[in-house]
């Protein structure tokens, strides 16, 4: 395995990938951290907007903001129709270009193991959120496999294939991301585990989605096409031993929220 960055360029192909994974951890994430409405947010590390999303549709936001280096990803953002009315901005997470306050919420959607400094960007979050407001995240559960595609990354790792690991991959134990709320000085720190279950109709189903996402796809891209063939049998085997029928996935999650205290 490498360190090497994942490079998310394909907001289309990211979205079927990770964006309704995000999304179906994203709904128990946001009934756990029960905002209020009309408030103003930020989305660090929004993405092509998967979670920014869920969101506008059951937060009823004052204000929102989402921030992410990838310029592709924000244009695929911006043009969805329920986020017209977002602030987009290419913007680093361990930097936000933001005054002190700005925000009433500032949540990190399955980012935290992607930012090269985690001290940083959760002390940037305490920062701009207000006395009161919410610093809150949720990340894979990596180090414990429960990244959804866990079982492609382990088969790829069987053929000798090089598989990208973020940046910070040991923030999303539990205790990593307890000890990062506590060093930025936020309070009310709570915890929980998030398991959702994705089903694909059948293997071409999950096999073209892989095909379209970071990491995996890219591997699958550099190989020639009877290294993916044999490597698509594998996988096939391992996923779906009677060779038909529908696939189920679990991703876990790790969430934390603290409360930025009151002076």
Known sequence: ???????????????????VWS??????FLDWIA???GQRWLDVGCGNGAFTQLIAEQNKPLA????????AQLAYARQHPLLQ??????????????????????VMPLVIFFVPEPVQGVAEMARVVAPGGTVAAYAW???GGGFPYQSVNETLGAVGKAIPLPPSVSSSRLEALS?????????DIYTRVITVE?????FDDLWNTVLGGPSAGQALAAMGEEERTRFRELLQARLQPSGSGSISLTGRAHAIRGTVPSL
């Not at 994705?198 to 059948?202: E, F, I, L, N, P």
């Open 1 to 19: 395995m490498t360190s090497e960055p994942t490079r998310f360029t394909d907001g289309a192909g990211y979205d079927r990938f990770m964006g």
């Open 23 to 28: 999304r179906l951890a994203g709904k128990e």
């Open 35 to 37: 905002p209020n409405e």
């Open 64 to 71: 929102l903001v989402g921030i992410d280096p990838s310029e």
């Open 85 to 106: 009315s977002v602030d987009f901005v290419n913007a680093d997470a361990m930097a936000l270009p933001f005054p002190d306050e700005a925000f009433d919420l500032a």
């Open 141 to 143: 559960d990596m180090e």
């Open 179 to 187: 000890d990062l709320w506590v060093t930025a000085g936020l309070g």
């Open 198 to 202: 994705r089903t694909y109709t059948d």
